[in-house]
């Protein structure tokens, strides 16, 4: 089965010893910050630095944010570091369009791409930008920068663009997208019912900016044992009997009931 990550740790791509420990944290992928953590006269050392960690391959996935493309900075980072040997994705900060995301794969032609959408222009190619090129990974929001763009003031103003991005994301075959940071490293309280308002709108796993986060957002995106056993009542009939089929307690299961079953279990393991 399919190994879905839950959690993404960002740490800052100037500061090596940070990413040394969010190598050892727990995260599932580690993602080496070269934008918002690093300052401007810090870029390049940021991009070397990484570029050094990447030279082998580490013990887990690590992307990096990349430089937003019409900054002085993303197109060096992505000749930098698109060829290092231990990149898992590159994750490319305020794409609002289709062909930005060609460009990039055409200039890292070996990377796995996921695009952060961060604008309302972004939100309304989101399926375009999802269907871009067959190196596009995964997408996901950039929240803090579009709830800047919006001018909307509530956290419940960002729900249309959320289930925007994980219809998009599903419509273009593309797995569940991630949540975007819970900027509050000690809340974690809200930490949890926001991972639980973002299960319910279809996300699955977050990114985060602190690893006490990271136990917090597993817990909330595990399946449950009543979702377990579920997952395996419904496989077992459909090991049994192919096709549309109705259960014993009245449940309808088809081909799409069947695939989140698999995804269920695949999360299970994890426990």
């Excluded at 070397?48 to 493309?69: E, K």
């Excluded at 973002?198 to 979702?227: D, K, M, N, S």
């Amino acid at each position: 089965m399919t190994a879905y990550p839950l959690t993404w740790l960002y740490a800052p791509g100037d500061r090596p010893d940070v990413v040394a420990k969010a190598l050892a944290s727990g995260a599932d992928v580690v993602v080496a910050d070269l934008e918002d953590a690093v300052a401007p006269d810090r870029k390049a050392y940021a991009r070397a630095a990484t570029a050094d960690l990447l030279h082998d391959v580490p013990a887990i996935p690590v992307h990096v944010r990349v430089n937003a493309l019409d900054s002085p900075w993303g197109e060096q980072d992505i000749a930098a570091l698109a060829p290092a040997p231990g990149l898992s994705g590159l994750r490319l900060p305020k794409i609002t369009s289709s062909a930005e995301v060609t460009h990039v794969a055409h200039r890292a032609a070996r990377a796995d791409l996921y695009a952060l959408l961060e604008t309302a222009l972004a939100v309304e190619q989101a399926y375009a930008i999802a269907c871009a090129h067959p190196h596009l990974r995964g997408i996901a929001l950039g929240e803090a920068d579009l709830l800047a763009d919006l001018g909307v003031r509530d956290d419940t103003g960002l729900d249309w663009p959320r289930s925007r991005v994980v219809v998009a994301a599903r419509a273009a075959g593309l797995p569940p997208p991630p949540q975007s940071v819970h900027p509050d490293t000690r809340d974690l309280d809200g930490l949890a019912v926001s991972c639980a308002r973002g299960r319910a709108l279809g996300f699955l796993g977050r990114a985060a900016i602190h690893p006490r986060q990271l136990p917090v957002i597993e817990r909330a995106y595990l399946p449950t044992g009543a979702e377990i056993e579920q997952a395996e009542t419904v496989l077992k009939a459909a090991a049994t009997e192919q096709g549309a089929q109705a259960l014993a307690d009245g449940r309808f299961i088809d081909a799409a009931v069947v695939t989140a079953a698999q995804r269920t279990l695949s999360l299970a393991r994890r426990r």
